[in-house]
């Protein structure tokens, strides 16, 4: 890389990332860019560390308005996204740092994936055409969950006729409208929270609602009302594996309505996808290692009885109904030589499996 007589435009930083693959960029005081190329951070080679007067400049060149200012003003931190000239979308968090602004973006590809340019499982291809219940995609920060929930938007898109609601925080892949109408709301901006936007979705006529994160008891009581009353309701959830998933659900509820939330999660829940993203072992970019869990009458039952512990020999079981647990996903890849045992280890609490 050319030294760097000046500081770039932080347009010209996201074009740069774009060309080196990356898929987020931290800019803070006293450090060069960063850049996280298959889950690694690289420092941007000969340019200069960064000060505070550059990383206020780099937030003001990307917020919007002043609101995304007042905001930093009153909470520290700002969210939101935007399409850059030759990058395509990005989301951005401006936050405040030792008194300084310090900045992560990240870069949304231009064109909404396919389900098979993912490497999902088959079974995500059946989920998102089922008429209605509720699917979870879980994992780490950073997995990829918006990635596979865009992709398997963009695939009832192109199938079914019907109206996508999508409640997200904020925006990233844009979706046209193909054989359904798909009506696209952020949070803060066209709606104030996941939870008031899903009431109004109630009363939208939507047949899908996508939900960018479900984070609290409100918004979870909601999506699974939505799911029981005949809606398709995708979402996402912090938790590393289907059992962990089941029950923070769950455990969201305070003690006297648990008996009650099993009930409805096992009656309305369809499937469970927990990822992770692993680098190759030749250091050529990551796979997509999948947990699945398919809402079969012994899965009800193990939810309904409160074994969610015994959901692993379930899945282990299930392979026909296409379920797979995180453990076998990671042993396909770690046997064709595209991992290293040592990322097995760091990544599954079952590495003898």
Not at 218 to 246: K, N, P, R, W, Y
Request: glycine letters at 8%; aromatic letters at 4%.
């Amino acid at each position: 890389m050319a030294k760097f007589d000046q500081v770039l435009k932080v347009v010209e930083l996201a074009r740069i990332g774009v060309e080196m693959r990356a898929s987020d960029i931290h800019l803070t005081v006293a450090r060069p860019p960063n850049f996280r190329i298959d889950g690694t951070l690289v420092g941007l080679e000969d340019y200069p560390a960064l000060t505070p007067d550059d990383t206020y400049k780099f937030a003001r060149e990307l917020m919007p308005d002043e609101k995304a200012l007042h905001q930093i003003d009153e909470q520290g931190h700002a969210d939101f996204s935007l399409s850059l000239p030759e990058v395509g979308r990005v989301r951005v968090n401006i936050y405040l740092q030792r008194g300084s602004y310090a900045i992560a973006i990240r870069i949304i590809p231009m064109i909404v994936p396919e389900i098979d340019s993912l490497g999902l499982p088959d079974v995500c291809k059946e989920l998102p055409l089922k008429g209605s219940g509720l699917i979870l995609v879980t994992g780490p920060t950073g997995s990829g969950k918006s990635t596979s929930l865009a992709a398997m938007i963009n695939l009832i898109n192109q199938s079914v006729k019907g109206n996508i609601i999508t409640l997200e925080d904020p925006i990233e892949y844009m979706h046209r409208h193909g054989t359904c109408i798909i009506n696209q709301r952020e949070i803060g901006t066209d709606c104030p929270s996941f939870s008031q936007g899903l009431r109004a979705a109630l009363r939208q006529d939507p047949d899908v609602i996508l939900v960018g994160e479900m984070r609290d008891l409100d918004t979870i009581s909601i999506a699974m009302t939505a799911a029981e009353t005949g809606h398709l309701v995708m979402a996402t959830l912090h938790a590393a594996t289907a059992i962990q998933t089941v029950e923070r659900v769950i455990d969201v509820f305070p003690p006297h309505q648990q008996d009650q939330i099993r009930i409805q999660l096992a009656n309305t829940l369809l499937g469970i996808i927990s990822q992770q993203l692993i680098p190759r072992a030749d250091g050529q970019g990551r796979v997509l290692a999948c947990e699945v869990l398919m809402a079969n009458s012994a899965v009800r039952n193990l939810i309904r009885d409160n074994k969610a512990f015994q959901l692993n020999t379930v899945m282990q079981t299930g392979g026909n109904l296409g379920m797979i647990t995180m453990e076998k996903s990671m042993k396909s890849f770690l046997d064709r030589g595209l991992i290293s045992a040592e990322e097995v280890k760091k990544r599954t609490v079952n590495p003898s499996q």
